[in-house]
Every structure is written in structure tokens, then in C-alpha cells.
């Protein structure tokens, strides 16, 4: 017999073998399934069964005291907190328009960039918040006027009114204005949630506008892991999004913080960095920007589990979703969502 034929075989098997554990380390295992439905229950677990669904493989584990949760085999995502009830379903992949969608036409962080990010059907909107020097919070990426107004000089600088006077610049004819926090999160109120980066200033007036605008639960802040911490004492209704800069910080930020989700810059996310997320209680936010803001980057962050996915072209990212049977008819907004790690009845880590 052909020697190199016997070794060729014996390869192949060997190829085929390894490739096979590769996936199967890939998958979320029961124990690990175990491990989510102990994190958002804190009682022990009597069964689990794994089963395939349209989607994939998913693991239906009853808690002692009857309840069914419904774990993603291949992520590690909650999907149902009770099986058969709304108390948390997971709303399937949420579109966020990055500063409104900078490359919808409008420009960036105004009101007219609210509404086209609402017309093509985003579920949030990004926007940069910083406090001018009499205490108002206005939408501002930089922390001067000088690239989109026809003004210049720092925000910490410059009163309301000053700000005010200024026109944004865009291609177009209509005069735009810098809008303040509040007239942005009444635009956006009963329409689309509100994803905040707050770049500075008072943590207490950025919380007393979301209140003032009733939009406790459908707010998302982005911060510092020290603001966040600080925010969840102020208001714990408000989604928290902190970052990490690299996957090895995932678990560690999550017991610290029991964030709604985890921010991922493009450089940080991974199949297993956005798995811990999951693992862990929390959503995996991907942001798919400058670079990375193209049809294959958001197909990857679609393909390891992305929860969240950010773009300049939220549009692009919702035909994406379409085209893979993966949009919902409607936006889903923040109060039917829940916050799985933030219920004070849970015991995390468990284990």
C-alpha cells in the first residue's frame, strides 16, 4: 500500500477531528449554560436539555422553583428569562445610528439627523453630550465648535446662548442649529431610545434631563467605568454602556458593574470576548465604525453574536439584518427590553 496514501488518510481524519473540537469549543457547553440561568436567577438548576431551533442550538435549563429559561447555544445570550412570559425576551439584533448617522445625509448630532435616523429605522440613537460654561448640556462630538459650526472655541468655554447663535455646517441650505439635550430627547421620546455618550460635565444634570424627559428606560449612557458606577446609584432604570479595552476585561467589568451591556471597540471584539459578555449576564455592544463600518465587518458582528451593532449607515446594517432574516417588523423600544443583571434580586456572582 501506498504509504503517503495511509498517511494522506490518517491526516485528513486528524484535520477533520480537529476541526470538529474547534467548533465544539467554539459552542457554549450545558455547564456554562448552567452557569448564565444560575447568574439570573441565583437558585440552583434541576435540568437542561439542549435543543435545535431555526436559529441554532439552544438550551431550555429549569431552576429550582419550576422557571425555564432559554440559553443560545452558539453565543451564551440570554433569550428568555421565563419561558412563556414577556418578563425578558431578547429583541434580537438593536441598530444604533452613530451620532445620528453621519453618513445618512444630515449633519451629525442635530435634530435633523434624529429624524432621518428614526425615518430609516434605527432603534438608537448615539449622541455626543457637553456641558457648556453656564451648566447646559448641548450635542457636541469635540470639545470645540470649530470643525462643525461656524464658530470656534472649547464648549466648556462658550455659554448657551453663545452656542446657540451658531450655524452647523452642512451641503445644504436650511439653517441648522446645535441643539440642547433636552430639545433632542423630546424629539426622540415614544419614537426611538436614546444612546448617550456623555464627554463631560455634571453627571447629576445629565440624569435630571433624561427624568425630566421621562426617558429613564429608554436611555443608554455611555461613560467611564467611574461614571457608570456613579450613575447606577443616581438611576439605576438607565441602561449603562462602559468599554473595555480588551477582551481579558470583560468578565472582571461585568461583576463590577452589572452593566445592561458591554461596549466593544472593533479592536477588542472576538468570538470569545463577546461570548464572556454573554456568559457573564451582560449584552455585547459592537461598534462597526471608520474602518470597520463596511457590509463584512457588520456581517461579522452579526455572525459572533453582536447584540448591538453601531454604524455611520444604520440603513446598511438594517439590510443586512433584512436580507438574513434577522429584523424584527418594528423598532423595539427600551421598556419592553429589561435589563436582565440589574434586578437587586439576583446573586452574581453565584458562583
Same mark, same amino acid.
Given at each position: ?258 452593566? @445592561?451591556? *458591554? /461596549?466593544?471597540?472593533?479592536? &477588542?471584539? %472576538?468570538?470569545?470576548? $463577546? !461570548?464572556? +459578555?454573554?456568559?457573564? =449576564? #451582560?449584552? @455585547?455592544? *459592537? /461598534?462597526?465604525?471608520?474602518? &470597520?463600518? %463596511?457590509?463584512?465587518? $457588520? !456581517?461579522? +458582528?452579526?455572525?459572533? =453574536? #453582536? ?45
Amino acid at each position: 500500500m501506498n504509504l503517503r496514501v495511509v498517511f494522506g488518510g490518517i491526516g485528513i481524519m486528524v484535520g477533520v477531528a480537529w476541526f470538529e473540537s474547534e467548533l465544539w469549543a467554539q459552542a457554549v457547553s450545558q455547564l456554562e449554560a448552567i452557569h448564565v440561568a444560575e447568574i439570573h436567577t441565583g437558585v440552583a438548576v434541576e435540568s437542561v436539555e439542549l435543543h435545535q431551533t431555526e436559529r441554532g442550538k439552544a438550551y431550555r435549563v429549569r431552576s429550582t422553583g419550576g422557571r425555564v429559561l432559554v440559553v443560545d447555544g452558539d453565543h451564551g445570550r440570554l433569550l428568555k428569562r421565563s419561558e412563556g412570559s414577556s418578563e425578558y425576551e431578547w429583541p434580537g439584533i438593536r441598530v444604533v445610528a452613530h451620532r445620528g448617522g453621519v453618513l445618512l445625509g444630515p449633519p451629525e448630532n442635530t435634530l435633523p439627523a434624529i429624524e432621518k435616523a428614526i425615518a430609516v429605522g434605527a432603534d438608537l440613537i448615539e449622541i455626543d453630550i457637553r456641558q457648556t460654561v453656564d451648566g447646559d448640556l448641548v450635542l457636541m462630538h469635540d470639545a470645540t465648535v470649530n470643525r462643525t459650526t461656524n464658530g470656534s472655541g472649547a464648549v466648556t468655554k462658550l455659554s448657551r446662548a453663545e452656542i446657540a447663535r451658531l450655524e452647523v455646517i452642512h451641503e445644504g441650505t436650511e439653517v441648522i442649529r446645535v441643539p440642547g439635550l433636552g430639545e433632542a430627547l423630546a424629539l426622540m421620546k415614544g419614537r426611538i431610545d436614546a444612546d448617550l455618550d456623555f464627554k463631560g460635565g455634571d453627571l447629576g444634570k445629565l440624569v435630571a434631563a433624561v427624568r425630566a424627559a421621562g426617558m429613564e428606560d429608554h436611555a443608554t449612557i455611555h461613560a467611564s467605568w467611574e461614571r457608570c458606577q456613579r450613575l447606577t446609584g443616581m438611576e439605576p432604570r438607565i441602561r449603562i454602556r462602559p468599554t473595555v479595552q480588551h477582551s481579558g476585561q470583560v468578565r472582571d467589568l461585568v461583576q463590577r458593574l452589572r452593566p @445592561a451591556m *458591554v /461596549n466593544f471597540d472593533w479592536h &477588542a471584539v %472576538t468570538e470569545q470576548s $463577546v !461570548r464572556d +459578555a454573554h456568559l457573564s =449576564g #451582560a449584552l @455585547a455592544f *459592537v /461598534n462597526c465604525l471608520e474602518t &470597520a463600518d %463596511t457590509d463584512l465587518y $457588520v !456581517r461579522e +458582528a452579526i455572525r459572533i =453574536g #453582536a447584540d448591538y451593532i453601531q454604524s455611520d449607515r444604520p440603513d446598511r446594517v438594517i439590510a443586512i439584518l433584512r436580507e438574513l432574516g434577522l429584523r424584527p417588523d418594528k423598532p423595539i423600544l427600551g421598556s419592553r427590553l429589561g435589563t436582565p443583571l440589574r434586578d437587586p434580586k439576583l446573586r452574581y456572582p453565584l458562583r
